[in-house]
């Protein structure tokens, strides 16, 4: 039989997830009974600012309260711009790597950006972030990672990830780079499948474990696993999460010291292969400190047990269990104690914070608006000609992906952008028609009509090259109007038309926030000239 002291020292070894936005049954046992150490929050546990900052103070409290020994470490996916569980009114959208990346002076902007949302956690009583990303987007068409990279540059990922971790360390936010050894050169996304990265180990060294090697260099706290198999270094198809082979390049030739967690093993890369349960208990055999399981509350209680078991048996020892609650012991000295944990604020400091966020972020979204192409003379265009505004609209029902991972919230790679970017276009050019379409409804013949009629089409596409009917309308509209002008704003993936020399006028802009697109309309109508710099490698036209 396992004694309670037992399983909730195993349980400190675990991150959760809930669904709620107040403590309820399953969170509560998971804490109380299963002595978990930390907790990871998502959209779906956000209703308000007053809600968020009770929520984290009646978890420590809880926590307290079942003699834990140290506070939980309370996580979130801040990642900013694409992948933002903290949005507005919330809390001010900051900008995103890829937008980071492409800005003027983006290392210090990264860094700003970093403390900035450090502060804005730290609020609320969250005191982990798993960010950086440290993935290297190599692949285009990689359906997870996109523009949550910085770029397909392994020294400029580094450099920005580096930044990144400096700014949240320095605001006293646990930074976490992601997603080792790296997941950016896959075309699957792990939390529907296993991704299989070919590739040997002098091809890695060149790419995807550069941005790992300085942040472990540069004493990053945290860094999270990837469920992708590297069967050139393996043998097998195991995930990295849990092969020794590759958590070995990271412990041992890296000599990385700190915290190692795992993505949700509730992922298929791990629930469809090994089981989430038994994933648990190989994670921590391979070398990982922290099991992350988000979702379930029966799966993460028989995970804990699992483990508990395993120990009784011998399958795993008890000094492996202990090296790693001393790793997260020292983590939690360093970023907590129960005086901050049980502390709380006020909307009014939380007006302060959002403000310079949103004052930072603002200027940071200017400096990162990139034409790559333009026609001599056409920008800045007149308010005053016959504007039309393409963009693409949802088909539901949708679902999946890193930016709902199980929320209501749509996820990462949905076609569409927001209802309201037309309002944008409207504030300067209030005549401005807007057209929606999606794949299902394409433009009716009135629609080309008015597309054909007007002096200037703005359109909007969201990972075109994913979305093979938002590239083939792109190029439709390019051939219908022949030499008048069109203007395409890719508003996520910066691929849209890349490479098509049709498409004469390309703006990029790297993430689908309301703040991102806005400032494309500025450069579009004169009020702001386009500073951004390009961070992935393409055909020069």
């Known amino acids: 039989m396992v004694s309670t002291e037992q399983r909730k020292k195993v349980g400190q070894l675990f991150a959760v997830g809930f669904h709620g936005t107040a403590v309820d049954d399953n969170i509560k046992s998971l804490i109380q009974d299963y002595g978990v150490g930390a907790v990871v929050l998502f959209k779906r546990n956000v209703s308000s600012a007053a809600q968020l900052r009770a929520l984290c103070h009646d978890l420590q409290a809880l926590a307290r309260a079942a003699d834990h020994p140290r506070p939980l470490l309370i996580g979130i996916d801040q ?167 590759v958590l070995g390049i990271l412990r041992g030739e890296m000599r990385f010291e700190g915290v190692i967690v795992t993505d949700c093993l509730e992922m298929d890369g791990i629930r469809a292969t090994y089981g989430t349960v038994e994933g648990a208990l190989l994670a921590l055999k391979a070398g990982v400190d922290s099991v992350m399981i988000c979702h379930t509350y029966e799966v993460q209680a028989a995970a804990v047990d699992r483990v508990c078991s395993a120990i009784e048996k011998g399958e795993i020892s008890q000094p492996r269990i202990d090296e790693s609650l001393a790793r997260l012991d020292k983590l939690k000295d360093k970023f ?81 952008v927001s209802s309201s970017f037309g309002d944008e276009i409207r504030k300067h050019c209030a005549g401005a028609e807007e057209i929606r379409y999606t794949e299902k409804q394409p433009l009716t013949d009135e629609e080309w009509a008015k597309v054909e009629a007007a002096d200037v089409v703005i359109l909007a596409t969201r990972n075109a090259r994913e979305a093979p009917y938002q590239q083939r309308l792109g190029l439709e509209i390019a051939r219908r109007r022949g030499n008048r002008p069109l203007i395409s704003v890719a508003t996520c993936a910066p691929y849209d038309f890349l490479d098509e020399a049709a498409v004469r006028n390309l703006i990029v802009v790297y993430e689908p926030t309301l703040e991102a697109f806005r400032s494309a309309v500025d450069v579009i109508y004169g009020i702001d000239t386009p500073r951004g710099k390009l961070p992935v490698a393409h055909k020069k036209n």
């Open 79 to 245: 990642e900013n711009g694409l992948v933002t569980r903290l949005s507005p009114p919330v809390a001010a959208q900051q900008p995103g790597p890829m937008t980071l990346a492409a800005a003027v002076a983006s290392s210090d902007a990264a860094a700003q950006v970093a403390a900035a949302t450090a502060e804005t956690l730290r609020h609320f009583g969250i005191n982990v972030n798993y960010a950086p990303v440290a993935d290297v987007n190599s692949e285009p068409l990689n359906p997870v990672i996109g523009v949550r990279s910085p770029s397909d540059d392994p020294h400029q990922v580094a450099r920005l990830a580096a930044a990144c971790a400096a700014g949240l360390r320095a605001g006293g936010v646990v930074p976490c780079a992601k997603h080792f050894p790296g997941h950016g050169d896959t075309a699957v996304d792990s939390h529907y499948g296993l991704p299989s990265i070919d590739k040997t180990r002098a091809r890695l060294d060149e790419t995807e474990l550069v941005p790992f090697a300085r942040a472990a260099r540069e004493g990053v706290e945290m860094v999270m696993t990837a469920h992708i198999a590297l069967p050139r270094l393996t043998g097998t198809q195991t995930p990295a999460t849990l092969a020794p082979e």
């Open 336 to 416: 907590t104690s129960w005086e901050q944990a049980l502390q709380t604020s006020t909307d009014e400091a939380l007006a302060e914070i959002n403000a310079r966020g949103a004052k930072l972020a603002r200027k940071i979204y200017s400096d990162a608006v990139t034409v790559v192409r333009s026609e001599d003379g056409l920008l800045p265009t007149s308010p005053a000609v016959k504007t039309v505004f393409v963009s693409p609209g949802p088909d539901f029902p949708v679902g999946g992906g890193a930016v709902n991972s199980g929320d209501a919230a749509h996820p990462t790679r949905v076609p569409w």
